[in-house]
């Protein structure tokens, strides 16, 4: 199976702040990566497909980047309604994978 | 509008079964793959099974693999999770999610557009 590890686990940072969280892949899954975020209580909701696609309605302050195996969320002026947690998932093979998550704190 | 109810979860003790059900609507359900995802209390994300447009082709990962199974009625719009011999590590909310369109897909695996709220299941004496 194809292992997802994501850094940081947590990362702490201010409104406005630009951040980046990191998926590495154990082996090539060329671009087949999504990121999702997930708030307390509720589902999952893609951002990101085919590693730097923005999905329809998502803010244009996300964005991704990667192939092979690293891949980068970038959020470039973190807003109050980001602060989540984000998930990375490969989709290269059936036995679908994800990440472990990166929970995003208020500094 | 896209919707995925899930239901049939609840307590139930270890060994014992239970079916999920998750009623689709809002899109022509017979032409997606659909899958299963859960997420143990506190834990993160994690991939359960996958079932093809027809029902022909299913997988599941090594944790459940020989106790639950997959399957689908395209005329009911519904898809079910058939959870046998239950351990206390099966605690957790089960999802069901909806592959995205083909276009954005790879050999017929992809990414989820769409995700039910979620059911408990919590596996305990």
């Known amino acids: 199976d194809i292992q997802m590890t994501q850094s940081p686990s947590t990362l702490s940072a201010s409104v406005g702040d630009r951040v980046t969280i990191t998926c590495r892949a154990s082996?090539?899954?060329?671009?087949?990566l999504a990121w999702y975020q997930q708030k307390p209580g509720k589902a999952p909701k893609v951002l990101i497909h085919?590693?730097?696609s923005l999905e329809s309605g998502v803010p244009s302050r996300f964005s991704g980047s990667g192939s092979g195996t690293e891949f980068t969320l970038t959020i470039s002026s973190l807003q109050p309604d980001d602060f989540a947690t984000y998930y990375c998932q490969q989709y290269n093979t059936y036995l679908y994978t994800f990440g472990q998550g990166t929970r995003l704190e208020i500094k | 509008e896209v919707q995925l109810l899930e239901s049939g979860g609840g307590l139930v003790q270890p060994g014992g079964s239970l079916r999920l059900s998750c009623a689709a609507s809002g899109f022509t359900f017979s032409s997606y793959a659909m899958s299963w995802v859960r997420q143990a209390p506190g834990k993160g994300l994690e991939w359960v099974s996958f079932i093809s447009v027809s029902g022909g082709k299913t997988y599941y990962a090594d944790s459940v693999k020989g106790r639950f199974t997959i399957s689908r009625d395209n005329s009911k719009s519904t898809l079910y999770l058939q959870m046998n011999s239950l351990r206390a590590e099966d605690t957790a909310v089960y999802y069901c999610?909806?592959?995205?369109?083909?276009?954005?897909?790879?050999?017929?695996?992809?990414?989820?557009?769409?995700w039910g709220q979620g059911t408990l299941v919590t596996v305990s004496s």
């Open positions: 999610a909806k592959d995205a369109d083909d276009l954005y897909c790879v050999g017929g695996s992809c990414y989820f557009d769409y």
């Open positions: 085919k590693a730097s």
């Open positions: 082996q090539s899954i060329s671009s087949w």
